[in-house]
């Protein structure tokens, strides 16, 4: 079976666990990367593909949930944590950071496959999102600095004649500029806009009258 262009990341101090899960994974179609201490997967250059991160709770140094806290401030895959303990903390159960669940050993290859399908399809719409956002964000920089300006009341749903008024220009003026906004950002009508602008957190500019 030829690997998926998906990865999964083991992180799991016992090299016998290590092994049976990179094993598995490879055989399922995965391309799998194991390592034995958080320090090890922190430093690795992950590829950019979706990924799956499968992390032991009890690792020494810095143990999985530290390691979350960690991984939280960036862009990281999500987390399958993995426990031979029959309570798992509350904190894992809270979905927090990413997390998808927990697997515990041994693990069992139905729970595994179920477990970094739902990782992997997250990572895909997470991907997806912020491959959007960046491409929305490049839009709103070729704006100029007016125009910028004048986005959130374009948005607002205030007709043309008052937010005209409002900003102290002829209503032709304003429609030119709407129209080149809506040009510039891709938008197919202001509904579109308005969706786009929320996605850019732009606050919308309520009338004053």
Not at 169 to 186: D, G
Request: one cysteine or more; a negative charge; charged letters at 30%.
């Amino acid at each position: 079976m030829s690997p998926r262009e998906e990865m999964v990341f083991v992180v799991d101090e016992d090299a016998r666990v290590r092994e049976a899960l990179g094993e598995l994974l490879e055989s399922l179609g995965w391309r799998a990367e194991t390592f034995a201490a958080a320090a090890d997967y922190v430093t690795y250059a992950r590829p950019d593909i979706p990924a799956c991160l499968i992390l032991d709770i009890e690792l020494p140094g810095i143990n999985g949930l530290e390691l979350q806290k960690q991984l939280s401030r960036d862009v990281h895959p999500p987390i399958v944590f993995l426990t031979g303990r029959d309570d798992i903390p509350s904190s894992v159960r809270t979905n927090q950071g990413g997390t998808i669940g927990f697997l515990r050993k041994p693990v069992g290859e139905h729970d595994l496959v179920a477990a970094v399908r739902a990782a992997i399809d997250r990572d895909r719409v997470q991907r997806s999102a912020r491959t959007e956002l960046t491409e929305l964000e490049r839009r709103l920089a070729a704006l100029t600095q007016q125009e910028r300006a004048l986005l959130p009341l374009v948005v607002s749903g205030v007709p043309d004649k008052q937010a005209a008024a409002e900003l102290g220009i002829s209503e032709i003026t304003f429609e030119m500029h709407r129209t080149e906004i809506m040009q510039k950002m891709q938008a197919t009508s202001l509904a579109d806009l308005a969706r786009i602008a929320e996605k850019l957190q732009i606050q919308v500019i309520r009338s004053r009258r």
